[in-house]
């Protein structure tokens, strides 16, 4: 089963929730780091030239309200080469919360294997997993995955996306928002053209949950190294600059549901590379 990690920040809780992680070649995931730009990297690698990638998603105790953010792989049948088969639902038992005690869901974007959990088969329909939640999702994103059919396909539509709507469980909604009062949508598109990150603000500490503005902690180093999965490389480059920085100028909490489990760390200056630093 996949772990879980509780964080606080400020009054708020931050649980980092494990659905499954892989090990991905490096040279596939990052098409254009070649073997000597990786050199300086070889912490992040495993023997065979493998990255770590989690497979996660976050619970937010905030305010009384019970906040998902994003819903993993999912149940279904994947071509990823999962380490181990995925949990999300068991780890958010563990965590002390049923699906139905879910307030919101929210998403930073509408990749497959962040949506994952929004459904699941029975009797051969796809039924709501949180179905008590309000699931809050970027108009543009929304409009940009439902626009063509390949892009329908690929966001696997008819199984994860369409019966959010019809059981009338979907807001969608632009730019800033507020999920709560300590738990606000701070867009940083280009992985995807709606892709948001969340910033959780409480008691003067503050925590950036960046999404896939950044998949690996290398890339906190080489902000320029976009994954094949990056729509918009040049704006995924600029999003991910400026998130870096103002997370190391805040001295704020990154928390990435792809980076090495629990997927926590700092930004910092050393030696005229910034890097990221786990605890
Ligand atoms: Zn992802």
Redesign the pocket.
Known sequence: MGRLHRTKIGDAELIALQDSWARVPAANFFPDATPAAWEPYREFLDAEGRITLN?GAWLVRSGGRLVLVDTGLGGRPTQMPLAEPTSLPAVLEAAGAKPADVNVVVFTHL?F??TGWNTVDEGGRARPLFPNARHVVQRREWEYWTAADDRRAASRHDAVLAPLAQAGLLDLVDGEHAVTREVVTLPTPGHTPGHVSFVIASGGERAYLI??AA?QPVQVSESDWCPG?DVDKPLARTSRAALFDRIEREGALLAS??FPFPGLGRVATEGGRRVFRAP
């Open positions: 497979l990749h294997d962040h999404g896939d998949h999965a549901g792809h």
